[in-house]
């Protein structure tokens, strides 16, 4: 059918009646499915040549808003739920992972044709900071499925937060205040929603846990009217982004030579009302106007808080000690109980049960070493890695940090080594040596922070700020008084203590 332009499209999305007739239909009670058929529907309008921009936007607009419920609930079970199977998990990162995609890079579309000036266009001179900032957030959606597989990233992700501010400053809309979704309080703009995609992408790719993950979006958006971007440093800047190139964000360190193209972004006020938070946080109480996409309890976001204050606070990491490429392979036991079991606590010694990894880089602090997929399924941030070299007899550990996957979907595993020496020790509460209640420690000999300190790895919840505890290594007993949890893993507790020997155990009580 000829219009008075052209072509019509007669595509099901192009007619609004057509269209909400087939949106009423998705099934209310299988937010998978319809997200899914969203996401089809939003791939073929892309596709659809016919459209005129005004209706792509709108039909975009109307499948985007049908489909926040739905991506809401996914996202509330994927990052909420820990019972869900691995297959599970998959299925709801494909749908997110799909739709974010499909729907960003469809605004991306219809504000490039408004740059280009295409049929259409003029009527949406006054929608073009909400087409942008609805961009920038779904871009960050679709940023956010590639951080929770620790995978690369898709250029065009950069491409097209690059676009999105390049035309908002030409077009001098860059503030200008929009209500991003119906039902969401307050306003944002495209500075603010891109200054929190960037700072939270520098400050947590490949370091967080999943969850961590999601909760650190949530806050630094919530931040968000914070930040600073600006075409120069400025006290606080983190990071700086080239608009002119479909590449990342790199950390601002003061020695980048500022050019044309790039913009700096920083963290302006944000670090004194992110510390509000936390005291707030630490009361029990998680404010009403916190969206975190779900609920969640208080000290679960007050951990990620504190690790953003702790990140915020610090300058920009820099290399203490020289990496040097080196092939070793490493006999590697993961997490607490397997690492007990290679220690000398008197439980297993067998060897041949550890995995072997090839380390690639290494340093005084550390090693990186690359896995292939076969071997990268039980590898997450925080797990706790025994550690022997060949040709070593002692074991060591540490604690994996970072983790990035290629295109090959290999595995990138950064450690941060604690001690490179273990003993095997024997706890009991204080007063009950040698009683049913015993459980094995591992003493991390040559971290002790200072004389007559221990630095013990424990079974997760064995801490506690106002309990003693007794040790027993090698005949000797000590008395251990609690000094600090350094961290809390998902299978043991790290932990210091003021050591003070008692005397000496009776042959009977040494093992």
Wanted: proline share 5%; net charge negative; with cysteine.
């Amino acid at each position: 059918m000829l219009g008075l332009f052209g072509k019509k499209s007669d595509h099901p999305m192009a007619d609004p009646k057509s269209a909400q007739q087939l949106l009423d239909d998705l099934p209310k009670n299988d937010s998978l499915k319809s997200l899914q058929e969203i996401a089809g529907w939003v791939e073929t309008v892309r596709r659809d040549e016919n459209f005129r921009l005004d209706n792509k936007f709108e039909a975009l607009r109307l499948l985007d808003e049908t489909a926040r419920p739905f991506e809401r609930k996914l996202l509330r079970e994927l990052y909420s739920s820990t019972t869900l199977s691995k297959f599970q998990e998959n299925r709801l990162w494909a749908a997110l992972n799909d739709f974010s995609s499909q729907i960003s890079q469809g605004y991306g579309e219809v504000l490039i044709g408004c740059r280009d000036g295409d049929k259409g266009s003029s009527s949406l001179k006054q929608l073009r900071a909400l087409i942008a900032a609805r961009a920038i957030d779904s871009a960050t959606a679709w940023l956010k499925c590639a951080a929770l597989r620790y995978g690369p990233v898709d250029p065009a992700v950069w491409a097209l937060l690059a676009l999105c501010y390049t035309h908002a400053e030409i077009e001098g809309y860059l503030d200008e205040a929009v209500a991003l979704y119906p039902g969401l309080t307050g306003k944002s703009s495209v500075r603010m929603e891109l200054s929190a995609a960037l700072l939270w992408w520098i400050s947590c790719a490949g370091t967080f846990k999943p969850r961590q993950i999601h909760l650190a979006e949530r806050l630094m958006a919530h931040l968000s009217r914070n930040y600073t971007l600006e075409a120069q440093p400025v006290p606080g800047t983190r990071l700086s982004f080239d608009v002119a190139q479909a590449v990342p964000p790199v950390r601002y360190t003061g020695e980048v030579a500022t050019r044309p193209s790039l913009r700096f972004v920083g963290l302006g006020e944000a670090p004194a009302q992110l510390d509000a938070l936390v005291r707030t946080l630490e009361k029990g109480t998680v404010p009403d106007d916190l969206n975190l996409g779900g609920t969640y309890e208080a000290e679960v976001v007050l951990q990620v808080a504190k690790r953003l204050v702790t990140l915020w606070s610090e300058p920009p990491p820099m290399r203490r000690t020289t990496r040097r490429r080196l092939n070793v392979n490493l006999h590697v036991a993961g997490g607490f109980s397997d690492v007990v079991e290679q220690t000398n606590v008197g439980l297993n010694f067998d060897n041949n049960a550890a995995e072997s990894w090839e380390v690639d880089e290494i340093s005084v602090n550390g090693f990186r070493c690359v896995l292939p997929p076969t071997q990268a399924d039980k590898v997450k941030i925080g797990m706790l890695v025994g550690l022997k070299p060949e040709n070593v007899n002692s074991w060591g550990v540490g604690i994996v940090r970072r983790l990035g996957r290629d295109e090959k979907s290999n595995l990138h595993v950064g450690v941060e080594m604690l001690a490179t020496r273990l003993e095997g020790v024997l706890l009991s509460e204080s007063g009950q040596a040698g009683s049913a209640e015993e459980q094995p420690a591992l003493w991390l000999t040559k971290n002790d922070g200072a004389e007559g300190e221990a630095w013990l790895m424990m079974k997760p919840d064995t801490f506690s700020a106002t309990r003693s505890l007794n040790m027993l290594v090698q005949g000797r007993k000590y008395l251990l008084m609690p000094l600090a949890l350094v961290e809390k893993g998902d299978d043991y507790d790290f932990a210091r203590y003021r050591r003070i020997e008692q005397e000496e155990a009776s042959e009977e009580e040494a093992y």
